[in-house]
């Protein structure tokens, strides 16, 4: 059974910078992308990083590209993502969701791609 647990959510204030991390249990995930993604109220969830979990390669989406950093921690089966210069926009319940993936350079940036997926943490970025 495989279980992805968020922590590290919280209220911030815009400028500021939070540390989520996911710890992943179950399985090998040496085949696996793990992902980031997020769901402010009212809109879908949408990508937000990935790292495949055996090369190291990550991959961004352009609205957090050079504030959040995406990384992992093989011996503890551990993903965070370290999000700098925190922006209202950021607001959201962000997921840490897992997903099988072959191409050692390359991450699926869809949520149907995804297998696994967190019960949610919740960011809010305050003015």
């Known amino acids: 059974q495989v279980q992805l647990v968020e922590s590290g959510g919280g209220l911030v204030q815009a400028g500021g910078s939070l540390r989520l991390s996911c710890a992943a249990s179950g399985r090998a995930f040496s085949r696996y992308v793990m992902g980031w993604f997020r769901q402010a109220p009212g809109k879908e969830r949408e990508f937000v990083a990935a790292i495949n979990w055996s090369s190291g390669y990550t991959y961004y989406a352009d609205s957090v590209k050079g504030r959040f950093i995406i990384s992992r921690d093989n011996a503890i089966n551990t993903v965070y993502l370290q999000m700098d210069s925190l922006k209202l926009e950021d607001s959201a319940v962000y997921y840490c969701?897992?997903?099988?993936?072959?191409?050692?350079?390359?991450?699926?940036?869809?949520?149907?791609?995804?297998?696994?997926w967190g019960q949610g943490t919740q960011v809010t970025v305050s003015s």
């Open positions: 969701a897992a997903g099988e993936n072959d191409y050692r350079f390359a991450v699926p940036r869809a949520v149907g791609e995804y297998d696994y």
